[in-house]
């Protein structure tokens, strides 16, 4: 069974950094690539970044392009994703989830609040 579990979300001022990870257990984890997307509230789901399976190919929205960085943990079965320069416009929960089994699943999700 896949299990995804993030970790790190908060309450941070305009400006500030966050780094979420997240946990991954129940499949390969070298096999997969995995994503982070966001849903603010009364939003629908957006996607915010993809790294392959080996860390080597990375695609960021341009909603967040050179403030946010994702990467991966093949000894830690674990991905992140460092936010900084946040904006009260990235807001919202975070999911980690991946492709598996042609559907995506995705974990509990992280609040995030960018707020003075």
């Known amino acids: 069974e896949v299990q995804l579990v993030e970790s790190g979300g908060g309450l941070v001022q305009p400006g500030g950094s966050l780094r979420l990870s997240c946990a991954a257990s129940g499949f390969t984890f070298s096999r997969y690539a995995m994503t982070w997307a966001r849903q603010a509230p009364g939003k629908g789901l957006e996607w915010v970044s993809t790294i392959n399976n080996v860390g080597s190919s990375l695609a960021v929205a341009d909603s967040v392009k050179g403030r946010f960085t994702i990467s991966r943990d093949r000894a830690k079965n674990t991905i992140h994703l460092q936010m900084n320069n946040l904006k009260s416009e990235d807001t919202a929960v975070y999911y980690c989830?991946?492709?598996?089994?042609?559907?995506?699943?995705w974990g509990q999700g992280t609040q995030v609040t960018v707020s003075s």
């Open positions: 989830g991946l492709q598996i089994s042609g559907s995506y699943s």
